[in-house]
């Protein structure tokens, strides 16, 4: 039942990628949330089918000391969507509303700025015609503590663990109260927060795609018919000899 509906909504993504090239439309989606909360694997379903060249994930390193002394969302700016784009951010501007905040990797002035700026800011982005998208996936102590245990046991996926990843496990409260602090600010009504509850994150997935499609008026475009044309006949072309190539070995033979 999980398979069939997602590439039902994958197949409608597809859809939605059109009317976003044919209309120039811009979408950019915000992925936010506690670490391990499910984001990571969402982003991956919503862009598995999707043309790289439409749809693309900003997940920003940390700021460069050049990045740090300019205004705080100029570094967000340049990744926004042009017409016929779809961006999704793994981690936003968000940052200084929950591990900066937390971790004291900004000051409490810039924090209160933040609060206050972001608003002002994702108003814009709406005003000038920006689909803005924003999702909170919430995920139980429990559970995200169940899921760090298991990556640390996964070498294929211990690579998402880091001693900032740890700490949020004794922070949890610290956490907690920068996210409805951040919320009580910019949960707006020309952009709301919607929340995912990810505890069980296939039902995640389908829930966050369903909710993208179904918040944005999209329509099916008509795609010109394609036909492959009659293959023409040779006009004496000859391959250059196997062995001038450098190929690569067949290690599948040897399996």
């Known amino acids: 039942m999980y398979e069939k509906e997602l590439l039902r909504l994958q197949e409608q993504l597809l859809i939605l990628q059109e009317w976003v090239r044919d209309e120039g439309a811009r979408i950019a989606v915000v992925f936010e949330g506690r670490d391990a909360a499910g984001k990571g694997s969402t982003i991956k379903r919503v862009t598995e089918y999707l043309n790289p060249r439409v749809a693309r994930i900003a997940a920003l390193p940390v700021p460069t000391d050049r990045e740090r002394t300019q205004w705080y969302f100029q570094r967000y700016i340049q990744h926004l969507p042009a017409a016929g ?72 996926r211990r690579w998402k663990l880091s001693p900032m990843d740890m700490e949020s496990i004794s922070r949890w409260e610290d ?50 018919v394609l036909r492959l044309p009659e293959r023409p006949p040779s006009r004496g072309y000859v391959r250059p000899p196997h062995d001038e190539q450098n190929h690569v070995p067949d290690h599948a033979a040897t399996l």
């Open 85 to 156: 784009e779809i961006v999704l951010f793994d981690r936003s501007w968000y940052n200084r509303g929950g591990v900066e905040r937390v971790m004291g990797f900004c000051t409490d002035q810039e924090h209160r700025r933040f609060l206050h700026q972001c608003p002002i800011f994702e108003r814009m982005l709406v005003e000038d015609g920006i689909l803005l998208r924003k999702y909170w996936f919430s995920v139980s102590d429990a559970e995200q503590e169940r899921r760090f245990r298991k990556r640390l046991d996964d070498p294929m």
């Open 175 to 224: 956490y907690s109260r920068a996210k409805d602090e951040m919320f009580v600010h910019t949960d707006i009504p020309e952009a709301p927060w919607n929340v995912v509850e990810s505890d069980d994150k296939r039902r995640a997935r389908i829930n966050m795609i369903h909710h993208l499609l179904s918040s944005i008026p999209y329509r099916e475009v008509e795609r010109p």
